[in-house]
């Protein structure tokens, strides 16, 4: 489904179903406030809507603890929190709590968080002695008084279980499906390739919509913890149950053999695009990158919705075979711009936009999810 803007900032169908013009909220009683994470969607999003960016002074002091100032009065009225999650990811969570509960001391009606990216996400499983940080995440933000989320993509879907509130997961792919139909020359000789059996079900999401072929990269150097020595050495004591007879005490399981990489699929004189929903440390999207060079695709693209671009990651996509990176601003990278001239950027702004004057105006946010299917 392919989305435009009319003059106001309205989401509608690119061809044919018309939705209700964004008709200005009442903004008597509607506060869009934001943190230090990403201002320049915050205002994005305002102007879409038509209001005022309430003044919110977030800043930190001498011995690094967290000020929150909010200007105006939030008493009865609706507020919407933007903050997203960057680099400086322990202050953004401690800015959007902090915000929050000076709202709900503040006798504010409604508190809604809308976080494009949700800090801690791939920490939602359960790692040996570890915990499922998304979790802990979840209580502290319902606990600090939101009421509602508006996110983007999340790494699990599942993550939205963990919350006590209302969590709408928004979608970043018609966006994404738009670009790819509007930007890539000769398109229909493209094939989308999941860099990881992972990502199979995203990558035959993007080829069903697409009426295009996909292809899997199999034998990825995948992050794991199998071979982390965590002091777990002690052996078991010997069975004295009839009920289990096994020489040797517990079997353990064998050590995995990570087979060459390799592509499933044929690549050859096409377009390789790899999706994900995120590009963290890019290590693997150059190795699968390569591969993909190496069977024959003579362009390859990467499209994601969170485009983190850890460490030296402009410097790695430069020096790679990938030639264009395409990502959503739900996260700044604008300096990763600058050191990438690979990288390229959509606007979602207009999504979160019509989310919120949705939910603001009582409104059914079953358009926004029109289509979309468990794979998504």
Known sequence: MLLSRNKLGSIRPAKHLKL?????????DIVIINGN?????????????GVANGGCAVYHKTNRETMVEIGDSVRGKDIYIIQTGTKDVNNNIMELLIMAYACKTSSAKSIV??????????????RKRGCIVSKLLAKMMCT???????????????????????????RASPFLLQYIQESIPDYRNSVIVARNPGSAKKATSYAERLRLGIAVIHGEQKESEADE?????????????????????VPI??????????????VGGRIAIMVDDMI????????????LKDRGAYKIYVLATHGLLSQDAPRLIEDSAIDVVVVTNTIPHEIQKMQCHKIKTIDISILLAEAIRRIHNKESMSYLFKNVTLED
Request: proline share 10%; with cysteine.
């Open 20 to 28: 209700d013009s964004m008709d200005a909220p009442a903004t008597s």
């Open 37 to 49: 994470s990403h201002p320049d969607l915050a205002n994005l999003i305002a102007n879409r809507l």
């Open 113 to 126: 968080g809308v976080i494009p990216y949700l800090p801690y996400s791939k920490q939602c499983k359960m």
């Open 144 to 170: 600090s008084g939101l009421s509602h989320i508006i996110t983007m993509d999340l790494h699990q879907k599942e993550i939205q279980g963990f919350f006590d509130c209302p969590v709408d997961n928004l």
């Open 229 to 249: 020595v965590d002091g777990r050495n002690s052996p078991p004591t010997l069975p004295k149950s009839r009920t289990m007879d096994v020489s040797g005490g």
């Open 253 to 266: 399981h064998p050590a995995k053999e990570k087979p060459p990489i390799n592509v499933v699929g044929d």
């Open 280 to 291: 963290d440390d890019v290590q693997s999207f150059v190795a699968a990158a390569e591969v």
